[in-house]
């Protein structure tokens, strides 16, 4: 286990939606990371959060969002779902804002009908 | 853009044996090499790591190869065991901008017989 949580585990949805995942982080770690991990893709880097900030920004889509709350959770928004952005949403966490040694969460799997 | 690539994609060895996975980078600006295992249904886990200072680094059975002229490094498992299969991914890590950015690459599914 490695400390960062992430709910929900499973979500299933329609085409055009919104849905919003959810990460707690380490105790103690200031970044949040979102990947999304799919079949073609493999595992991808989306947005990086430190301590309430945007610090870095990937693959990730104009229809995705990210924030990072005060407690340093962090939720990762998704709209207009479209049934390519199937795939497992992993947070990761790590104490500074170097990316060195990221912990990663149990993942949400997102199913798009 | 592949920036990392990873091979085989999948590999099947015998209990006891070398499991031998390879990965080649191409932007000179990594300077941090993590490998990752991944249990279906489970998020990966950081396994071991490299930097580019040192050729070799070895955490019990697990030992990373590291050749920085040629860009490519290897991860090794030696007396593979059937806990070990698992979906192995290399990753490299440089700076981008200010912050710092993982690629990892496609992954390879390890499966060792019993």
């Known amino acids: 286990d490695s400390g960062v949580t992430q709910t929900p585990k499973h979500l299933i949805t329609a085409t055009g939606q919104r849905v919003t995942l959810r990460c707690s982080p380490r105790?103690?770690?200031?970044?949040v990371y979102w990947y999304q991990q799919s079949l073609d893709q493999g595992l991808q880097f989306l947005i990086q959060y430190y301590n309430g900030e945007e610090r870095a920004k990937g693959n990730i889509l104009e229809r995705f969002s990210a924030q990072q709350f005060p407690d340093l959770h962090s939720e990762l928004n998704l709209s207009s779902l479209e049934l390519g952005d199937s795939a497992l949403y992993f947070c990761?966490?790590?104490?500074?804002?170097?990316?060195?040694?990221?912990?990663f969460g149990p993942g949400t799997r997102l199913t798009v009908t | 853009q592949q920036q990392v690539k990873q091979s085989p994609q999948s590999l099947i060895v015998q209990k006891g044996g070398i499991s031998i996975i390879n990965c080649a980078y191409e932007?000179?600006?990594?300077?941090?090499f993590p490998w990752y295992q991944q249990f279906p249904g489970k998020g990966p886990a950081l396994l071991i790591a490299?930097?580019?200072?040192?050729s070799e680094k070895k955490e019990g059975r697990f030992t990373i190869s590291f050749n920085k002229s040629a860009k490519q490094f290897s991860l090794h498992i030696m007396d593979s065991q059937p806990g070990d299969s698992a979906t192995y991914f290399c990753?490299?890590?440089?700076?981008?901008?200010?912050?710092?950015?993982?690629?990892f690459g496609s992954g390879t599914q390890l499966t060792v017989l019993p």
């Open positions: 490299i930097r580019p200072d040192v």
């Open positions: 990753a490299a890590s440089g700076m981008s901008g200010s912050a710092r950015q993982l690629t």
């Open positions: 932007n000179t600006a990594f300077d941090y």
């Open positions: 105790s103690g770690d200031l970044s």
């Open positions: 990761a966490s790590s104490v500074g804002s170097t990316g060195y040694e990221q912990y």
